[in-house]
């Protein structure tokens, strides 16, 4: 075994020995149950570590993470998730997070091959090619990042309109999605307010919070280069 992994190991005997040590039956609470209260859809990029960003121990923070946090109507490994976490856990928040500076969109937007990977983007090419035009308009340095978030206001839509969740609000259980963007450069996560918590309030919710990322790029934009 290399060095490297052995030094994995090591560091988790060490990590569940400190936390058994500071808070004394941790695992043996958690082997009884699992309440999570939040579904987070984000990002597979190792830089963007779920439970840590929101300071939530294993157990608070159920996950689903792939490349650049797309939620597919037939990819059935998000719609299990999905499914388990709102049907069985209960959840009462779904999460869906990107991120700035996204290799992922980034790839996308420029059209970049990379492999098999391509495919999966084809995805996120759709976001972009639906607001091409738009994009075009602001300044190439902004595009990506703006495409992060144009890329979770349609990933967080697309949540809502899943089975999942039309069934859940349809039977009367209380779930509301929204979409946050996390930036890379700060460790900030923000709210782009695409908030749902029923059927109806999925089309105006999106509209609006489209309005406000156009608005707020459109400003920076405006502004004279410092
Ligand atoms: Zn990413």
């Known amino acids: 075994m290399s060095t490297e992994l052995q030094e994995l190991l090591d560091s988790n005997k060490q990590w569940a020995a400190d936390t058994e040590t500071r808070e ?15 579904l987070w859809i984000g990002c597979a990029d190792s830089r963007v570590p779920a439970n840590e960003l929101v300071n939530l121990l294993p157990g608070e923070l159920f996950v689903h993470r792939n490349v650049a946090n797309v939620v597919v109507h037939s990819d059935l490994n998000c719609l299990s998730v999905m499914q388990f976490a709102v049907d069985a856990l209960k959840v009462k928040h779904i999460i869906v997070v990107g991120h700035s500076n996204c290799g992922g969109v980034k790839a996308a937007l420029l059209d970049a091959r990379t492999g098999l990977v391509d495919n999966w983007l084809r995805h996120v090419q759709d976001v972009r090619n639906h607001h091409s035009e738009w994009l075009e308009s602001i300044a190439v340095e902004q595009r990506v990042n703006a495409l992060c978030e144009l890329n979770v206001l349609e990933q967080a839509r697309n949540a809502c309109q899943t089975t999942v969740v039309q069934d859940a609000w349809a039977r009367g259980q209380e779930i509301v999605v929204h979409g946050w963007v996390y930036g890379l450069h700060n460790g900030l996560l923000e709210d782009l307010r695409i908030t749902a918590a029923s059927a109806d309030q999925v089309a105006p919710a999106f509209q609006r919070a489209l309005a406000a990322v156009k608005q707020r790029y459109e400003a920076a934009r405006l502004q004279p280069a410092a």
Do not use: A, E, I
């Open 24 to 38: 004394p039956g941790f695992f043996s609470r958690l082997l009884k149950q699992q309440t999570p209260q939040y």
